[in-house]
């Protein structure tokens, strides 16, 4: 069981419990809740360009929603003064990210102890240790017990070998919950609330072969970040703790609707009282990767032009139609080839393959969801200016929504020319039920230019709260401190400032059922 979640020959569908039984050649199931159940197929069962209705089972691929500063010196740093003594005591917040440098002083009390409650690195599978727990199979569990063993030796990574190569996860953990540094001018929002951390594993290389992401790019696939959120739940209940869950991932993929597993299961979770859902809303606000359009009976043809630069030669376009209709598309290179006239009917979910010049391209006709997704698969690209030319063969009133992937997975060269800054929250951030954060810059109060902007394409009023998200004091991976910007730092503080209300409702018993 635990070889293939792990293992890079098998595939990895996230499947509605429902329809379960439609997949009884599955070689694994592993259960994520009571609503989704992780399986495995050999990957030789999948084919990228006919992917079909198992698109909507692929494990979406997320990134992180914060980036380091070069500078680590004058910058404004974020520190909340509070009025009533809260600093956080008694709650739990929930960090499913890069991992942590537990050694760092901003996760240790004055007299050396751990405030992590537990880590779970999905990355090292120690036979002494990894599936000693059913529910939690692959990778390795870490107690505070251990922890603070570790911090006793003269090394503790030969204790526990746990940390973070990135960095990511140890600035969100901090600027949410860090002990207080006078010397750096630096104090985490809820210094006394303590961690529950996922380290999460890399997606595996064959999804990322799928969405046409480099083996090189870091990101993490959906069916692990849910089965972090399951740990952490699990954790928190067994402690009886009020927590909060603070992502600082987000994704592209998918309609920017509230729909989809990761979002499903945050709209289930986040209904329990004590605890809360804190979710970054996305960097995408000036990316360039959102193109909106409106065609009609009159004017049914509609071009979108894509920058394509010299690094990304390989991506995924997904276009998002109102309704199911039939379409047409002609792809014009930056050379000047012209495609045949493509047709795609949503009855027969027909998929083309072609060459355009030294560019192979993959365009699959796909329901997801009960909608239409019409995914446009670029590999070796020429680049330069492509036109896809979009005609409405039923020629009535509708828009059309297109993404390019979010995140590190794609240059700042890669662009849509006319492209939209609206519905550009990335999932799971579209969720009803979870707070979505986005940043302002704290110094001229306005919106952070990189701040992803709403609605959603259902009509969902996102994002919900803005928060402090430029040049902000973090803890680094190597134990000293960075400054930081995003919406990822945003929902840091937050998920920080719910942990101070936790303490006062919950900790202190003053409104114990929020």
Aim: charged share 20%; with cysteine; net charge negative.
């Amino acid at each position: 069981m635990v070889d293939e979640i792990i293992n890079e020959e098998y595939m990895d569908l996230i499947i509605p419990n429902s329809i379960l039984e439609n997949f009884s050649y599955a070689t694994n199931k592993t259960v994520i809740n009571d609503r989704y159940t992780l399986i495995n197929v050999p990957k030789e069962t999948i084919d990228v360009c006919e992917l079909g209705s198992i698109y909507s089972y692929i494990p979406a691929i997320y990134t992180t929603d914060s980036t380091t500063a070069l500078d680590e010196t004058g910058v404004t740093k974020f520190r909340y003064e509070p009025e009533y003594e809260l600093y956080g005591t008694g709650v739990l917040i929930g960090i499913i990210d890069s991992g942590i440098n537990y050694l760092h002083p901003a996760f240790r009390y004055s007299d050396n102890t751990t405030k992590i409650q537990a880590i779970w690195d999905q990355t090292l599978n120690n036979e002494a240790t990894s599936g000693k727990d059913t529910e939690f199979s692959y990778g390795t569990i870490y107690t505070k017990d251990d922890i603070n063993h570790a911090l006793k030796q003269p090394n503790p990574l030969t204790i526990v070998p746990t940390d973070d190569e990135f960095g990511h996860g140890t600035m969100i953990a901090g600027i949410a919950v860090g002990s207080e540094d006078e010397k750096n001018e630096f104090s985490g929002v809820a210094p006394l609330s303590e961690l529950v951390v996922v380290k999460l594993k890399q997606a595996k290389n064959i999804i990322k072969d799928i969405f046409a992401v480099s083996n090189d790019k870091i990101c993490y696939q959906e069916s692990d970040i849910m089965k972090g959120i399951r740990f952490v739940f699990e954790t928190a209940k067994n402690l009886k703790r009020p927590f909060v869950l603070c992502i600082a991932l987000g994704t592209n993929q998918g309609g920017h609707y509230s729909l989809g597993p990761l979002t499903d299961f945050l709209e289930f979770i986040t209904t329990f009282p004590g605890l809360c859902s804190v979710i970054s809303g996305g960097n995408e606000g000036n990316t360039g990767r959102h193109f909106s359009g409106f065609l009609t009976a009159e004017n049914s043809t509609k071009d979108i032009l894509i920058h394509a630069g010299d690094k990304d030669k390989n991506f995924l376009i997904e276009i998002w139609p109102q309704y199911s209709q039939i379409v047409s598309l002609v792809l014009i290179s930056p050379s000047g080839e012209i495609s045949t006239n493509l047709v795609l009917d949503p009855i027969k979910l027909n998929t083309h393959k072609l060459y355009i010049g030294e560019t192979f391209i993959c365009i699959d006709n796909i329901l997801s969801g009960g909608r239409q997704l019409i995914l446009i698969r670029f590999v070796n690209i020429q680049s330069g200016l492509w036109t896809i030319r979009y005609s409405n063969l039923d020629k009535i009133n509708w828009e059309i929504n297109a993404f390019l992937p979010s995140g590190n997975i794609l240059s700042n060269d890669t662009y849509f020319l006319d492209s939209d800054s609206f519905t550009t929250i990335t999932a799971p951030g579209n969720s009803i039920a979870p707070i979505t954060i986005t940043s302002y810059n704290s110094i001229d109060g306005n919106i952070s230019a990189f701040s992803s902007k709403g609605y959603s394409r259902d009509g969902e009023i996102k994002p919900d709260l803005v928060a402090p998200g430029e040049h902000i004091t973090a803890p680094s991976q190597n134990d000293s401190y960075v400054t930081t910007n995003g919406t990822g730092a945003a929902v840091a503080i937050v998920s920080g400032i719910v942990a101070l209300i936790y303490e006062w409702a919950i900790t202190q018993g003053n409104f114990t059922n929020l």
